[in-house]
C-alpha cells in the first residue's frame, strides 16, 4: 500500500485548504482511510477518518463543523476539506489506513503517507 499526501500550504486564518491522498497498491473497499496531524513538539493527533465502503466519518471535535473528509472511489483519494482555518490546526498531516473499522488512534493505522505541511498565519 502506498498513500501520497498533498495540498498543503501557507493560508491567513479564515481561509481554506484542500488535502488529497492518494492510494495504491490495493483494494480498498475494506479499509478506513485517516487522517492525522502532527504539530511541532506535540503528539500525532486524530483529525478525521473515513469508512472507504460506505463512507461513514468520524471527527475530532477540535475540526468538527470546519473539516470534512470525503473519498472518490474512481480515482482512490481521500480528501480533507478544511475550512475557517485556525493558527493552532498549522501541523504536519498524514493520511494513513487501516483494514476494517474506523478508529481514532495512530497506532491502529498500518500504513502511512508522507506528510504534507499546513501553515495557518493569524
Known amino acids: 500500500v502506498q498513500l501520497q499526501a498533498f495540498g498543503g500550504g501557507l493560508v491567513q486564518a479564515g481561509e481554506s485548504l484542500r488535502l488529497s491522498c492518494v492510494a495504491s497498491?490495493?483494494?480498498?473497499?475494506?479499509?478506513?482511510m485517516g487522517w492525522f496531524r502532527q504539530a511541532p513538539g506535540n503528539e500525532r493527533e486524530f483529525v478525521a477518518a473515513?469508512?472507504?465502503?460506505?463512507?461513514?466519518?468520524v471527527y475530532a471535535g477540535s475540526v468538527k463543523g470546519r473539516f470534512t473528509v470525503s473519498r472518490d472511489t474512481r480515482k482512490n483519494t481521500v480528501y480533507l476539506q478544511m475550512n475557517s482555518l485556525k493558527p493552532e490546526d498549522t501541523a504536519v498531516y498524514y493520511c494513513?489506513?487501516?483494514?476494517?473499522?474506523?478508529?481514532?488512534?495512530?497506532?491502529?493505522?498500518?500504513?502511512w503517507g508522507q506528510g504534507t505541511e499546513v501553515t495557518v498565519s493569524s
Open positions: 473515513i469508512r472507504w465502503g460506505g463512507g461513514s466519518t
Open positions: 494513513a489506513a487501516k483494514t476494517l473499522l474506523i478508529s481514532s488512534r495512530w497506532i491502529d493505522y498500518d500504513y
Open positions: 497498491g490495493r483494494t480498498f473497499s475494506s479499509y478506513t
